[in-house]
């Protein structure tokens, strides 16, 4: 594998990462486990499809325009803050949940807990390039969202054994608190301005350029084209997660009538996929170093694509992994690669509102899923939804990370 030196920073971000996706795990858990696992909640398609929109959706709009404040504002201040802010809402959040308070406040705490999360994670990919560079550069963007993600699936687990325990998610919330705490405390070791960026802060041209910038940052990227393509790509590729998303819920639904139970099964769905994406995303950086691009992330796919076929003629829990395996096995390099491509084609006076709208493409894409297996879920059975789905998107995405490689080649 490639090797990364384990400096003071690298450690550091590592750390900060890992402990608070093991918090975001937790309160995925528990935000999914009150809205659509609850007994007085029994969801459909089209209600999974509008919780997600409901959740990812509203920031995805503003995020954009928030990104621009990555770009002017101490960026170690921003995830230390950050963090301490989600450890707040939180307990704030299970304030909400324990004084039954109206649906809007409920609705309102998560959109700020999610948003929150969202631009801290943005950020986290945005300061990379200023603690490796070259060919760590690859390497650490395989490493740290691969443990980040492989931290998130054990906190939903925890927070299911926490559910299983004390019949309650209570816990759950407050331990994720402490975990944001901790990041947050975690951060302050990093100097002031050493994560950027180098522009002062100027609040008055901020407020006013606002769009202005935001504008500025979706031109850079569709001038940059191995950014532009390899963006087309991994969003295209997230389509296939909230088709999963929703096929996972309706079939642990319909197999165990215990919500702890259905719940529990699509926590362990979702488990086998961060397994998955954390195995290719930490193999991701060797394999690039010993083949080119385009093949490895054609190995990816055919992998996929060869799970989410032998899906369909096993067992509804077997079939569940292996679809989790298919919409994260090319998916998975693919986005350590997209990641990498916009750190170092996107500039450091952009690379902020750059990160934004990568994250407003990649949340719109898995709401896209899961409103085309709701529209759809009627007519065609679920899974064979999400084999088409699956295979399109995939099939598609391969051939736009196959542009961005050769352009980055050509411009190289």
Same mark, same amino acid.
């Given at each position: 594998m490639?090797?990364l030196?384990l400096?003071?920073?690298?450690?550091?971000?590592?750390?900060?990462?890992?402990?608070?996706?093991?918090a975001?795990?937790?309160?995925?858990?528990s935000?999914a486990?009150?809205?659509?696992?609850?007994p007085?909640?029994?969801?459909?398609?089209?209600?999974?499809?509008?919780?997600?929109?409901?959740?990812?959706?509203?920031?995805?709009?503003?995020?954009?325009?928030?990104?621009?404040?990555?770009?002017v504002?101490?960026?170690?201040?921003?995830?230390?803050?950050g963090?301490?802010?989600?450890?707040?809402?939180?307990?704030l959040?299970?304030?909400?949940?324990?004084?039954?308070?109206?649906?809007?406040?409920?609705?309102v705490?998560?959109?700020?807990?999610?948003?929150?999360d969202?631009?801290?994670?943005?950020?986290?990919?945005?300061v990379?390039?200023?603690?490796?560079?070259?060919?760590?550069?690859?390497?650490?963007?395989?490493?740290?969202?691969t443990m980040?993600?492989?931290?998130?699936?054990?906190?939903?687990?925890?927070?299911?054994?926490i559910?299983?325990?004390?019949?309650?998610?209570?816990?759950a919330?407050?331990?994720?608190?402490?975990l944001?705490?901790?990041? %947050? #405390? $975690?951060a302050? /070791?990093? &100097?002031k301005?050493?994560?950027?960026?180098?522009?002062?802060? !100027?609040?008055?041209? +901020?407020?006013?350029?606002?769009?202005?910038?935001?504008?500025q940052?979706?031109?850079?990227l569709?001038?940059?084209r191995?950014?532009?393509y390899?963006?087309?790509?991994?969003?295209?590729q997230?389509?296939?997660?909230?088709?999963?998303t929703?096929?996972?819920?309706?079939?642990?639904?319909?197999?165990?009538?215990?919500?702890?139970?259905?719940?529990?099964?699509?926590?362990?769905?979702f488990?086998?996929a961060?397994?998955?994406?954390?195995?290719?995303?930490?193999?991701?950086?060797?394999a690039?170093?010993?083949?080119n691009?385009?093949?490895?992330?054609?190995?990816?796919?055919?992998?996929?694509?060869?799970?989410?076929?032998?899906?369909?003629f096993?067992? %509804? #829990? $077997?079939?569940? /992994?292996? &679809?989790?395996?298919a919409?994260?096995?090319?998916?998975?390099? !693919?986005?350590?690669? +997209?990641?990498?491509?916009?750190?170092?084609t996107?500039?450091?006076?952009?690379r902020?509102?750059?990160?934004?709208?990568?994250?407003t493409?990649?949340n719109?894409?898995?709401?896209?899923g899961?409103?085309?297996?709701?529209l759809?879920s009627?007519?065609?059975e679920?899974?064979d939804?999400?084999?088409?789905?699956?295979l399109l998107?995939?099939?598609?995405?391969?051939?736009?990370?196959?542009?961005?490689?050769?352009?980055?080649?050509?411009?190289a």
């Open positions: 490639q090797k030196r400096t003071k920073e690298v450690r550091r971000i590592a750390l900060v990462r890992i402990s608070g996706q093991f975001d795990g937790m309160i995925q858990v935000i486990g009150y809205l659509l696992f609850s007085e909640r029994q969801t459909s398609a089209s209600q999974i499809a509008l919780v997600l929109a409901i959740t990812l959706l509203p920031y995805s709009l503003v995020g954009p325009a928030i990104g621009v404040l990555a770009d504002i101490d960026r170690r201040n921003i995830v230390v803050y963090n301490a802010l989600r450890a707040a809402v939180s307990l959040l299970l304030l909400v949940v324990l004084g039954a308070a109206s649906q809007i406040l409920l609705a705490t998560i959109l700020l807990l999610l948003g929150v969202r631009f801290v994670l943005a950020v986290l990919s945005t990379l390039p200023r603690i490796v560079s070259g060919k760590e550069l690859v390497a650490i963007d395989g490493y740290l969202p980040g993600t492989v931290a998130a699936a054990t906190g939903a687990a925890t927070a299911v054994g559910s299983a325990l004390f019949g309650s998610m209570t816990a919330l407050i331990v994720a608190s402490l944001y705490l901790i990041s %947050a #405390l $975690i302050t /070791g990093f &100097a301005r050493s994560l950027g960026p180098d522009a002062k802060l !100027n609040w008055s041209a +901020t407020k006013s350029r606002a769009i202005e910038d935001v504008v940052g979706i031109s850079v569709a001038k940059t191995p950014a532009k390899a963006l087309l790509s991994i969003t295209t997230r389509i296939a997660f909230g088709a999963f929703v096929a996972s819920i309706l079939t642990a639904r319909e197999v165990y009538q215990s919500e702890s139970r259905a719940l529990a099964v699509v926590a362990g769905s488990a086998v961060a397994v998955v994406a954390g195995i290719i995303g930490v193999t991701t950086p060797s690039v170093n010993r083949m691009r385009e093949t490895w992330l054609l190995i990816l796919s055919i992998l996929s694509a060869i799970a989410i076929i032998t899906a369909q096993t067992p %509804a #829990l $077997i079939a569940l /992994g292996l &679809a989790g395996f919409v994260t096995c090319a998916p998975g390099g !693919n986005k350590v690669l +997209t990641d990498e491509r916009l750190q170092v996107i500039p450091d006076t952009h902020g509102r750059a990160f934004a709208i990568y994250d493409a990649i719109s894409a898995v709401v896209i899961a409103a085309v297996c709701a759809l009627d007519y065609i679920i899974f939804l999400l084999l088409v789905v699956s998107t995939i099939t598609i995405g391969w051939f736009w990370s196959k542009i961005a490689n050769s352009a980055a080649a050509t411009s």
